[in-house]
């Protein structure tokens, strides 16, 4: 988002209004003049209405007290004032010292807590997004409701976390301890895994490792001076020396001396709220490292941690990738993973090649986006596939290829973020569209090209040739030239894939619906189609694109696909949940890879071929294909298993029961959800039974095998539940293995779903400013707008909060929406009154890089701001 000031030209409807005066010259005789011929008046252009409603989904909530004037204000500033939310829950927060962040309700006086009371379940994560942690720091603190301090996280800065000890009430706090930030605050299932890898690193109390800058070392001042101010930092010097980190003791009582007690400020008053010896301790430590980090001549100050030998899952984030079991991909990783010289060419918006879920994971791209205005690199097509970022395009955002390209192929059992669907394999980035994320037809067939090691405008090929081509992109209108090239492509053995798109509509999408081009629809969660997602003749297969607007396995975030993704100013990395089309692309072209992998000869006439059979998907929706799945959902399992298979090899018996999800959240609303059963590999296995812990669960057979294999209904009865959070195991065992999938419940009433004041802006098709806006509080999770009296064009719609009041919508902490989805918003044409203008808003949730737990701290990573790429600040007041 370009943070320019927004200003607005009134349209100023003019008349002219023409009278003819009498002239006098003589008397009564004289004949008048005749009145002036006048220029025929144009008619006015007929005027149009544009209407719709912007929907919040109830898993969703905001803090009571942003800094949005605009917003009802209901105080949640003490453990006995605490805010009432659902569980689980992703809520948008603001907190800020008195005098801090954007003049607004809470600038001058400040809001340092926000206090949440909420029912919670042990093994529970709370998680706190801090957005603006490069100028603020926000802590994260668990109270009993008797208001003493259960536990703590506050030593990242950016993410902060912890683990729910047991059953119970809870009052969740978010104190804002410098500066001004909104958070996401994300309660989510409980989970063994995330669980340890969660622990606290623990750390010696009373020390800390510090380095002075250069012109700050002690040996450089007046040494008595020094003295006197280390005396009154707190601190005595153990070890260590000049130009390296020092091991300082701290003295004990009220988190340090008289500097660093002023600069904790009002942190220590949380202190009073501790009874454990051991946890006052871990805080009083923790507050006075946190005052050293604020002291100019002092270059870093951390705790000294405690190591000893820990063993815990790889790819933290995995767990949070729900969209893989949903296709049946751990069963598919254990024939393979993918071979490194499979490689899946992906033409979009460039890579961030040293993500450091990416690095070693691309083989030599091109950059083919030929304006220098819109590469945003200074120069048109060369060598480097690297995105820049930036934009001014509202038709997509920045990094777009990143996201991508993890889908395909992040790296695996490296202890970082995420993993792709064929995580062995490789990618080739080509840059075809711009910083904006548009381009042309023309870039993108001479991108295909270098994949295919065709003759292109680069003058060069690559050294291998792509195996599968991705195209998460679309727009275009038929294009002759574009289908002879994919023709010619398909002739040379190479597999294209591409997005359906996103307009919700049964027309044909191109390049999906070009012959030979393997089109991909995508459905939500619960194998439903997407409503975003475009159907029709040309759908080939469905896949994962997700439904930002839900969460519906409860795992506090929302069920957008989680992949890499970069920061708008190009100088960090994290991992962001999107949902469109553009994500479920990706995942057949991983599972293509990995096919490719166990029998490299299979041609795109063999893919054919066993699509059509039902051999590499789960049928969806009427039997056979159809206009919304195609031919099903993608199974990578049953995939591989054809591969193998096609190639003439028998694959080993390895039978093992899986679901299509770990986790279902029934929130307080649902009653029903789906639930399938499968063999995850080849061989014989037989449901021998399946119970649940609660009797308020029930597990229903819907259209399963004789071996008990196949779809179920689970549901939930409430009646007769007291209010409260509930949750129960669904334990299914097998003849070879057993699973427990855990459910979630609420009961009794909760707020309705609100993510605040909501800003809907119009913008006109190529104009960087909107031309209208509107704004709209929550009625039931429902934000109704209108605009009237438009003039007949193409205008696009977007609509977001802003918890912050900097004016701009769509930082990251707040809600955001366009219509149809934020990654490809659609141009309206209005040549006629408009009333079903419909879209949900949500919370794009990006989360750090997060890495495995392990003996040593992390460097500070960053996490980007998920912005729209337009001007997208509104008008105050309104």
Known sequence: ???????????????????????????????????????????????????????????????????????????????????????????????????????????????????????????????????????????????????????????????????????????????AYEGATNYILAIGSPDTVSSRQLNHHDIVPWQSVIKYRAEAEPEVGPSVATGMRIRRMGMEQRAGGRGRGRLMGIRRGLAGGPETRERSGPALAKLDHVDDPKLQARLETLLAIKALNRDPQIEYAEPNYELRAMSVPNDPAYRLQWHYPLIDLPGAWDTTTGEPQVIVAVVDTGILANHPDLVGQWVPGYDFVRSASSAGDGDGIDADPEDPGGGESAASRSFHGTHVSGTVAAAGNNGTGVVGVAYNARVMPLRALGSGGEGTTYDVDQAVRFAAGLVNDSGSVPARRADIINLSLGGAPFSQSSQDLYRRVREAGIIVVASAGNEASSLPSYPAAYEGVISVAAVDAQRQSASYSNTGNSIDIAAPGGNSGVDLNGDGYPDGVLSTDGQEAGDGFGYSFLSGTSMAAPHVAGVIALMKSVNPELSPGDIDSLLSQGRISDDLGTPGWDKLYGYGIVNAQR?????????????????????????????????????????????????????????????????????????????????????????????????????????????????????????????????????????????????????????????????????DNDLLICDAGEACGSWLTVDQPILIDLNSNRENIDFPVDYLVTIPNVQEASNQPKAPSRYPAKTLKRTARRIPGR
């Not at 006098?24 to 719709?52: I, K, Q």
């Not at 659902?86 to 008195?98: C, D, F, K, S, W």
């Not at 509930?726 to 293995?737: A, H, M």
């Not at 459910?743 to 909501?758: C, E, L, R, T, Y």
């Open 1 to 175: 988002m370009y943070k320019r000031l927004l200003k607005l030209t009134a349209l100023l409807a003019i008349t002219l209004l023409a009278s003819a005066c009498g002239g006098g010259g003589g008397g009564s005789s004289s004949t008048p003049e005749p009145p002036p011929t006048l220029p025929p008046v144009a008619p006015e252009p007929e005027l149009f209405r544009l209407a719709g409603t912007v929907t919040a989904s109830s898993s969703q909530a905001v803090d009571d007290d942003t800094n949005d004037p605009a917003g009802p204000v209901r105080a949640n500033d003490t453990v006995e004032t605490a805010q009432s939310i659902p569980n689980p829950i992703t809520l948008g927060g603001y907190v800020n010292q008195p005098g801090t962040g954007a003049p607004g309700r809470s600038q001058v006086d400040g809001d340092i807590d926000d206090y949440f009371r909420v029912e919670l379940l042990a093994g529970q994560t709370i998680t706190m997004l801090v957005a603006d942690f490069q100028q603020a720091d926000a802590d994260l603190y668990l109270f009993d409701t008797r208001g003493r301090i259960l536990d703590f996280s506050i030593e990242s800065g950016e993410i902060e976390t912890l683990v729910v000890p047991r059953d119970g009430t809870y009052v969740v706090n978010a104190f």
């Open 639 to 803: 995939a591989v298993q054809a591969a193998l298979e096609a190639g003439g090899s028998s694959p080993a018996d390895n039978p093992l029961l899986s679901t299509s999800a770990t986790s279902l959240n029934f929130s307080n609303s649902i009653n029903t959800l789906e639930l399938e059963l499968r063999n995850a590999g080849q061989g014989e296995l037989e449901l021998l039974d399946a119970s649940t812990s609660e009797a308020w669960v029930e597990l229903k057979p819907v259209q399963i095998s004789d071996g008990g294999l196949g779809l179920y209904q689970v549901e939930v009865d409430r009646d007769g539940l007291n209010s409260g959070v509930y949750s129960s195991d669904i334990t299914l065992r097998s003849s070879v293995n057993t699973i427990n999938v855990r459910v979630i419940m609420s009961v009794g009433s909760s707020a309705p779903a609100d993510v605040g004041v909501v800003y809907i802006l119009l913008y006109e098709q190529d104009k960087p400013e909107p031309v209208a806006q509107a704004s709209a509080a929550s009625t039931g999770g429902l934000y109704p707008f209108a605009f009237n009296n438009l003039p007949p064009g193409q205008y696009e719609v977007f609509a977001g909060s802003d918890a």
